[in-house]
Structure formats: structure tokens, C-alpha cells
């Protein structure tokens, strides 16, 4: 009977601490979870509120192509073509952004993604910094995955910029 009694004692003070563990973690998660839901508003909020200057800026770069294309140099034609191109990819991850803040449970579908032209994508987005740090990005052959295009594009723009940031000097 006192082994018995024993293995009882033994036994609740592993169920109180398995609770208290439980607790615990279910504390963590529930404030991991308004985190998320607070990062998710600011995320919503803050490309809700950069659309408007963006639109200001891709309205005025069509209006001075259209109006004042011709009259422009080549370089200028060329500065005005990349700021065009540039806020086209920022208007997408803008997109991208909102839609990440209104995502709840559902996951979105995988499409197939080609690596490669994703990677040059973002080496074009990148062209100038890469210019100005005389930089070099060999690239080799990368495959196509079923994958969100968006994530992959965030992930290989942050990974090269992270490169260029972090390179050694000289």
C-alpha cells in the first residue's frame, strides 16, 4: 500500500507540473498570438498608408514620360525608366505586404515559381547599390519550385542584400 501511495503522490506532482507547464505554454502562445495580430495591423496600416504616395509617384513618372519623354536625355529617359520600374516593384511588395496582413489561417497556394527569374528580378530591383559597391553577383542554375513567388522574391532580396551590406571592404 505505500508503494502504491507513493506512485499516487508521484504521479500528481507530475500532473501539477505537466499543468503548470501547459499553462505556461498556452500564456506564451496566446501572447505570441496577439503579437502577431498586432505586427499583422501595423503591417496593414503602414503599405495601406505608402499606396497613396506611390500612386503620387508612379501618376507624376507616366505624366513627365508622357509629357516630357522626348525632351529628356538618354540618361534621363533611362532614370526616369528605372524609377517607373522600381515603384512597379514596390506597388507589388506593397501588395504583397497587405496581402500578408489579412492572411489569417488560410495558407496560400503554392504555383510554380522559377528561381532564376525571380533572382534576377531582384538583381535588377538591386542594380544600383550593386553598381555603387562595384559588386558582382554570380548566379547559377536555379530550379522551378512550387513555392509562393512573393516569399521567394522577399527571401533572395533580403539574402543579396544582406551580402551587399555585410561584404568584407576593399
Excluded at 500578408?100 to 531582384?122: G, M, N, W
Excluded at 542594380?127 to 554570380?138: F, G, Y
Amino acid at each position: 500500500a505505500i508503494v502504491v501511495l507513493a506512485d499516487f503522490v508521484m504521479i500528481s506532482f507530475e500532473n501539477r507540473r505537466l499543468v503548470t507547464s501547459l499553462a505556461s505554454a498556452n500564456e506564451a502562445l496566446s501572447l505570441a498570438l496577439t503579437r502577431a495580430r498586432e505586427a499583422s495591423n501595423f503591417a496593414f496600416l503602414a503599405s495601406h498608408d505608402l499606396q497613396e504616395p506611390l500612386r503620387k509617384v508612379q501618376a507624376f513618372g507616366a505624366r513627365l514620360t508622357s509629357e516630357s519623354g522626348d525632351a529628356l536625355s538618354e540618361k534621363g529617359r533611362d532614370y526616369l525608366s528605372r524609377m517607373i520600374a522600381a515603384s512597379q516593384r514596390m506597388s507589388v511588395l506593397i501588395a504583397g505586404l497587405l496581402e500578408y496582413a489579412r492572411v489569417t489561417t488560410q495558407a496560400k497556394a503554392l504555383t510554380p515559381t522559377d528561381l532564376s527569374q525571380v533572382v534576377r528580378e531582384v538583381i535588377s530591383a538591386l542594380e544600383v547599390r550593386i553598381e555603387m559597391l562595384h559588386a558582382r553577383i554570380d548566379v547559377g542554375a536555379l530550379p522551378t519550385i512550387d513555392a509562393d513567388s512573393l516569399q521567394m522574391r522577399q527571401l533572395f532580396q533580403n539574402l543579396i542584400s544582406n551580402a551587399l551590406k555585410f561584404q568584407p571592404s576593399g
